[in-house]
DNA sequence: TAGTCTGCCGCAGAATATGCGGCCTAGGTG
DNA sequence: CACCTAGGCCGCATATTCTGCGGCAGACTA
């Protein structure tokens, strides 16, 4: 939060967000500034910790995953550790929140099958009550939107 | 589908996940396979639609955003186009999918403040009953892991 | 054995990135 | 007002990387 972000950044961070891997030179021309400006902005932005990697999305059903699931997790404090040791040794679980309200925890989860999935919230019932909804389909996936 | 993901595949897969930014040059050395060949299996993972696309991950924070939540809403079947509706105008509603169970949505959302927050649940309330948790922490978000 | 297919390597020319010097402008100072 | 400085941009020469081939080796078939 040193500087705020101009217009340029924010072109920058969207062009970035729509396609990592394009070129400096094409993102150059996107922003409307030259080469040696748009890398020194984008150095600047990886230093200042405001881009924080670059990753591929994958099809989770290419990789033979044909379930999703929203799993919610009451847990009493003291299992803490628990929790991070499930999160830790289960790669299946894509993403987990803490949260306030009734749940401690939201999961989201993704599993090959049903036994595959059955395994994964088992586990996660050792340490807390839990409970799962499939995902039907998901409408949004959006990168944070750079406004401010 | 049409074919298995071999070693190599998954190798590919796993650096670009690490960091989809990095050269071919580097993605070769990294699976240990030539240049050509590394490229040409990058080019049929993404014509396979194995690879959907290169994102960058910011830090929401760096763009104002002090606040998450995850929002669970009911709605009555009738007004899915209302809902589609207000997640096409709303970017901060980052995420939405639609799940079995008492919650038809599941919604992450940022925010800059809590009257942003409230502005936004507000406008979901109008279709449909909403529960808004604010998230404390990001535990886990991994990409998809590419076992199988 | 010969034919064909698949997947890999390596090469040469084209495209991109890197590192640096220099220019311009805004803001501060005597 | 003239001068100075710092920040941000451009452009260039060199280094690195990508692209589009051709060719080779192993597996499978007839």
Request: proline share 4%; glycine share 4%.
């Given at each position: 939060m040193t500087a705020p972000l101009d217009a340029s950044d924010r072109r920058l961070i969207e062009a970035l967000q729509d396609?990592?891997?394009?070129s400096l030179t094409d993102l150059a021309a996107r922003i409307h500034l030259g080469l040696s400006a748009t890398r020194a902005r984008l150095l600047a932005l990886e230093e200042r910790g405001v881009l924080t990697g670059y990753r591929t999305e994958v099809d989770p059903a290419a990789l033979g995953y044909t379930l999703r699931a929203v799993v919610r997790m009451k847990v009493h404090g003291a299992l803490y550790d628990k929790v991070k040791s499930v999160l830790d040794r289960t790669?299946?679980?894509v993403r987990c929140l803490r949260v306030?309200?009734?749940?401690c925890y939201v999961l989201e989860v993704v599993a090959v099958d049903m036994n595959d999935l059955s395994a994964i919230t088992s586990e996660l019932a050792r340490v807390g009550s839990v409970t799962t909804d499939l995902v039907y389909e998901t409408l949004v996936d959006r990168p944070v939107p750079p406004r401010l």
């Amino acid at each position: 939060m040193t500087a705020p972000l101009d217009a340029s950044d924010r072109r920058l961070i969207e062009a970035l967000q729509d396609d990592s891997r394009q070129s400096l030179t094409d993102l150059a021309a996107r922003i409307h500034l030259g080469l040696s400006a748009t890398r020194a902005r984008l150095l600047a932005l990886e230093e200042r910790g405001v881009l924080t990697g670059y990753r591929t999305e994958v099809d989770p059903a290419a990789l033979g995953y044909t379930l999703r699931a929203v799993v919610r997790m009451k847990v009493h404090g003291a299992l803490y550790d628990k929790v991070k040791s499930v999160l830790d040794r289960t790669p299946q679980i894509v993403r987990c929140l803490r949260v306030t309200g009734e749940s401690c925890y939201v999961l989201e989860v993704v599993a090959v099958d049903m036994n595959d999935l059955s395994a994964i919230t088992s586990e996660l019932a050792r340490v807390g009550s839990v409970t799962t909804d499939l995902v039907y389909e998901t409408l949004v996936d959006r990168p944070v939107p750079p406004r401010l």
